[in-house]
């Protein structure tokens, strides 16, 4: 039985034990805006509630996973008072899906960047085409990471790497991120190495995997939760600074940005 839910911006897919859900902007490379981020919401929440699911994968339509989160829309346009409303639907998007009883698979073609990396390291499992690129670029617009990126990061490479990848915010290949071990697969094929991932799974003893993911993310979501609002606070004093707002006029303008330390 195939059941099929669609919002403009995310589309939800539902085949036996396996829900994909996918992020449904190709035009702007699967950039995060508002309403794409509270129908993420919305749909991770869902699936997390359906019993009849096991695995859940997540993947970006056209040439993309995530290019990150739509700088346009998302700091340019939006009101201030807005912004508190923007973090907490990220903090909501990262926590369900951290939280969330079933085993969750990134699928990474194109760009993993920003924002869209931090809600992929937010999963079990992240499986990435050769010729994808992964970024935690946020850097480069002067700002910090969000969704959880900090803990993720820490979590995955340790304290002094993962300030020095965040600092650096440089695009990493597949294969560097796998060496890094931010990912655990790279691909030549990624549909067919996903396949192979869930039917692996799916003859697998996964209530026991997903027992265990629950133990441990009980175990860690506070600190998850403390890192989420840090960031809210964080990112909120980087957004008055006149070095993100240098960042944000050269992406604008396509130029190297020109900081000057405040």
Request: with cysteine; net charge negative; charged share 25%.
């Amino acid at each position: 039985m195939t059941i099929k839910f669609e919002t403009d911006t995310v589309q939800l897919h539902v085949n036996g034990r396996v829900a994909t859900i996918e992020l449904n902007r190709p035009e702007s490379l699967n950039a995060l805006n508002v309403e794409m981020l509270k129908g993420l919401a919305e749909i991770l929440k869902e699936v997390s509630q359906t019993s009849a699911v096991d695995i859940v994968v997540l993947k970006g339509k056209g040439r993309a996973f995530s290019s990150g989160g739509d700088i346009k829309t998302m700091l340019l346009e939006a009101k201030e008072e807005d912004f508190p409303i923007v973090m907490d639907c990220i903090s909501e998007v990262v926590n369900t899906l951290y939280m969330m009883p079933k085993i969750t698979i990134s699928a990474v073609t194109g760009a993993a960047a920003g924002l869209g990396l931090s809600i992929a390291l937010a999963t079990d499992y992240i499986v990435a085409d050769k010729a994808s690129k992964l970024a935690m670029n946020f850097i480069g617009i002067g700002l910090i990471p969000d969704g959880g990126g900090h803990y993720f990061l820490e979590k995955r490479l340790g304290e002094d790497r993962a300030k020095h990848l965040i600092w650096e915010g440089k695009p990493l290949s597949a294969e560097e991120a796998y060496q890094l071990g931010l990912i655990h697969d790279v691909a030549e094929g990624l549909d067919e190495a996903l396949e192979a991932k869930l039917q692996q799974l799916l003859n697998s003893p996964i209530r026991a995997m997903i027992e265990t993911k629950t133990i441990l993310a009980e175990k860690n979501s506070p600190q998850l939760l403390s890192v989420l609002e840090l960031e809210k606070e964080g990112q909120h004093k980087m957004r008055q600074t006149k070095d993100h707002q240098e960042g944000i006029q050269a992406f604008l303008e396509k130029r190297r940005p020109v900081f000057i330390g405040k």
